[in-house]
């Protein structure tokens, strides 16, 4: 997919970058944002529009209801001699814990922002559904650094060929999106391989898909109850409006709502200490 890596953003981009990263609370810029980077006005309306729902803290509700509310297979926990055989060490797995913690928090605050935009774009606002809004609970932000997002052809090509298998687990055919993760995690291969381990099983007997539904049908309808306090700050027409849209359901069908659930299961297959 096209995309303005954060290393190249220059001007505008940039700044908004690092207002995405300092208001949400996390150590990077999530795919979907680099890539509405790519369609003129497409990055500087969405996050306009959404900003003072982050400020607020209504969109981290409805995330962290999200979030917290998923019911996921149950996966064993990875033993410390798994762990060492697959050439991890204590710093290692810290490392890996601040990607999963990161992503476990970005993932759903996209997915319902994704939503709620959606909403906007297709003129649905006012049949956004009744609800009660998630109660907002503070969220320390995600603590330390995140190494470089390496690209496919920089990788060793087996640590390549893992990166590949794993972002099609859950994807159902449709791997045309490149989730950034694998390629955050491509640091270590022995991990790539626990990765596969955990979740290919649920991928195959359908667990995973269904966790993956139910991600769908909750962050559309989380976001349809943001939409209904938001306002766009400017229109976007034409081509620019066209392709944020196509961007926007793409993003959420085929690359954030299948991680969701997989972040889950990761974390809950690190050991506690």
């Known amino acids: 997919m096209p995309s303005i890596p954060e290393a190249e953003a220059t001007g505008d981009i940039a700044a908004l970058y690092a207002d995405i990263r300092q208001t949400i609370g996390v150590p990077l810029v999530n795919l979907i944002w680099r890539n509405l980077a790519t369609i003129p006005g497409a990055l500087d309306w969405a996050w ?4 003072p729902a982050y400020e607020n803290g209504s969109i981290q509700a409805e995330a962290r209801a999200l979030r917290i509310g998923q019911s996921l ?3 064993a926990v990875l033993r410390p001699s798994v762990l060492s055989d697959a050439g991890l060490s204590a710093a290692d797995l810290v490392a890996i814990g601040t990607i999963l913690e990161s992503y476990d928090r970005s993932n759903p605050l996209n997915l319902v922002a994704i939503g709620a935009l959606l909403v906007l774009l297709q003129g649905n606002a006012d049949g956004a ?4 809004p998630a109660e907002r609970v503070a969220e ?3 603590a330390g650094e995140l190494p470089s997002l390496l690209a496919l052809d920089a990788m060793a090509p087996e640590t390549a ?10 994807a159902r055919g449709r791997t045309h999106i490149m989730v950034s993760m694998p390629r955050h995690l ?9 990765y596969r381990s955990i979740i290919a099983p ?14 769908m049908t909750e962050g559309r309808s989380r976001g ?8 766009a700050s400017a229109a976007l027409k034409g081509k620019a409006r066209a392709a944020t849209v196509a961007t926007l359901e793409d993003f959420y069908e085929n690359a954030i709502a299948r991680m969701i659930p997989v972040v889950g299961l990761l974390k809950n297959a690190m050991p506690q200490s």
Do not use: M
């Open 202 to 215: 649920l991928d195959e007997d359908g667990r995973l898909a269904a966790r993956i539904d139910a991600v």
């Open 73 to 75: 297979p149950d996966v």
């Open 129 to 132: 559904p009744a609800g009660t």
């Open 140 to 142: 320390p932000p995600v």
């Open 48 to 51: 306009s529009t959404l900003k």
């Open 224 to 231: 349809a109850l943001l939409a209904a306090h938001l306002s």
């Open 161 to 170: 060929d893992l990166a590949r298998a794993v972002n099609a687990l859950g």
């Open 186 to 194: 491509a640091h270590w291969p022995g991990y790539l391989r626990l």
